[in-house]
């Protein structure tokens, strides 16, 4: 695996805060459901993007995990 497909295992927002996996983004009380619905699908969308690059589809499962968590939370 290339290193460059690891800066796809953490996400950074403008803001400065970082996010070391896709539940830490579902488990921060600071954001409602609707910020953490778009940090994960803007996740999603680089992971995906960067995937038809170069073949590693690593994220692509605990995105969509966390993703049903959040659904299922209801918010």
Do not use: C, Q
Not at 2 to 14: I, V
Not at 52 to 72: C, K, N, Y
């Amino acid at each position: 695996m290339s290193t460059e497909s690891l800066k796809y295992a953490k996400f950074d927002r403008d803001d400065g805060k970082s996010y070391a996996s896709p539940m830490a983004v579902v488990e921060d009380a600071g954001l409602h459901g609707g910020e953490k619905r778009s940090i994960l699908e803007e996740w999603k969308r680089r992971v995906a993007e960067h995937n038809r690059a170069d073949g590693i589809h690593t994220m692509d499962h605990e995105l969509d995990s966390a993703i049903e968590r959040l659904a299922g939370l209801g918010t």
